[in-house]
């Protein structure tokens, strides 16, 4: 990959040095590296005249569009901060969401408030909050940048090939999906959605070179596009905990799969299992890429890499505690093992504690699942004014369930205190677009 020099006008070189190339590629148009310069120019000059300025924090309100693409780098010629909003939410959530960050959102030409984003600041992006606590991450373009460099020197961007847009634009594993495409004069392919059909389908039409999937749609690809998916350079698999026997199946299988393992605040991947190494070290997410530090500091990894977030938006208090020193506590639980292989046990926030008890939800989870004709399950903690945490426990099952006989049973295996207080049988665990599980959803399910 040979990367442009980083300034406000990056996009511009681009599109010199791949005018006649495709730039976005979707099952209705397509458009070169030419025009699409020239359509953001043109946007640049309707933005300034609804008095978009540099600085100014800009969201996009868009569906899954080569828009999208277009509204960004026109905020981005200007010097302002784009600010991608969650599509999927009620308007309850994206008004709270358009308040806190207070700033202009581009919705068919329509603006509401205002903000100033600091000078450095060129994407505000709010975590998928796998913990259920949603945090506006801030990064600049010398992090998002410096997060594709690293890939590049790992496993080598090549150019002008074809990119699949297949995870939504507002999560930071889509959104860098568009910046790896530009950068190396690719092709972004944007499918007509994200379903699993969806991506099935911009495999067989795009015969994309370059794809990142969640577990959850690897798991559906493998058993319907396994013709396509044999044709790419690079599979990604990420976005949350991914399984070893799928990843072993798609290697055996004769797939480009790489496991990878990052955050938003990390800018996308730090991390990556390649296919030749996955065979003695399945379970592990990977050595780190080149740039990266990790450690291990009581059990929890921590990580500097240039392509590391700036901060928290209007959190300072958090940032210091998350930042020290230049390493990011990322919150997960793991070990590096004598090879350098990263090892992810889990969240650090997911560990209850009811009745000052420490309790891991994964270990009950995979005795229900074990144990029982439960097919799926999750475990969280629920407020309780005698507890601190109640553990609960929803389970998906073929069958009804006898709760009390379950309970019962589980005193033989567990100690009290780990036997879930409540139990419900759900249809299927609540996930969102980047398969990681809906707490939110969840708990309303216990109150």
Avoid at 10 to 37: D, M, P, V
Avoid at 79 to 94: D, M, Q, S, Y
Avoid at 214 to 223: D, E, F, I, K, R
């Amino acid at each position: 990959m040979k990367a442009p020099e980083l300034y406000i006008n990056w996009f511009a070189k681009q599109s010199k040095l791949h005018g006649g190339h495709a730039a976005i590629l979707t099952k209705e148009i397509s458009i070169t590296y030419k025009q699409l310069s020239g359509l953001v120019n043109d946007r640049v000059e309707g933005l300034q005249k609804i008095n978009i300025r540099q600085n100014d924090i800009v969201g996009i309100l868009a569906e899954h569009s080569y828009q999208f693409i277009i509204d960004l780098l026109a905020i981005w010629s200007l010097g302002a901060a784009a600010f991608p909003i969650n599509v999927k939410l009620t308007k309850e959530e994206i008004n709270r969401q358009v308040n806190f960050i207070g700033c202009k959102v581009l919705t068919e030409d329509k603006t509401i408030n205002k903000s100033i984003a600091d000078s450095s600041a060129a994407l505000i992006m709010f975590t998928s909050g796998s913990t259920g606590k949603n945090k506006a991450v801030v990064h600049s373009l010398n992090s998002l940048f410096a997060s594709i460099s690293s890939i590049d020197k790992e496993i080598h961007l090549e150019e002008n090939k074809k990119w699949l847009a297949s995870l939504p634009f507002y999560r930071i594993g889509g959104f860098q999906i568009i910046i790896r495409s530009l950068l190396t004069g690719g092709t972004l392919c944007i499918p007509s959605g994200i379903s699993t059909e969806n991506i099935s389908n911009g495999i067989i039409n795009f015969k994309p070179d370059y794809i990142s999937l969640v577990n959850a749609t690897y798991q559906s690809l493998l058993q319907s596009s396994i013709n396509g998916l044999k044709n790419t350079k690079v599979i990604f698999i990420g976005g949350g905990p991914v399984e070893s026997s799928l990843l072993k199946e798609g290697i055996s299988k004769g797939l480009p799969v790489y496991k990878v393992y990052g955050s938003t605040e990390t800018g996308s991947m730090i991390s990556i299992l390649k296919p030749e190494d996955a065979e003695n070290k399945i379970d592990s997410a990977g050595k780190p890429l080149p740039g990266v530090k990790l450690k291990i500091e009581q059990n929890e990894i921590l990580v500097s890499t240039n392509s590391l977030f700036t901060g928290y938006y209007k959190n300072s208090s958090l940032t210091k505690k998350k930042i020290i020193n230049g390493w990011f506590r990322s919150g997960d639980v793991g070990f590096i093992d004598n090879d350098g292989f990263l090892f992810v046990e889990g969240r650090k926030d997911n560990i209850l504690i009811s009745g000052g008890e420490k309790i891991n939800p994964t270990e009950i989870e995979d005795i229900l699942i074990s144990h029982f004709k439960i097919t799926d399950a999750f475990v969280l903690g629920v407020p309780d004014e005698k507890w601190g945490q109640k553990v609960c426990a929803a389970v998906v099952s073929s069958t009804k369930l006898n709760v009390s006989e379950i309970q019962d049973k589980l005193k033989e295996i567990l100690p009290s205190y780990k036997i879930p207080k409540v139990i419900k049988q759900i249809e299927s665990i609540p996930i969102d677009e980047m398969a990681k599980v809906n707490l939110a959803e969840l708990q309303n399910l216990f109150f």
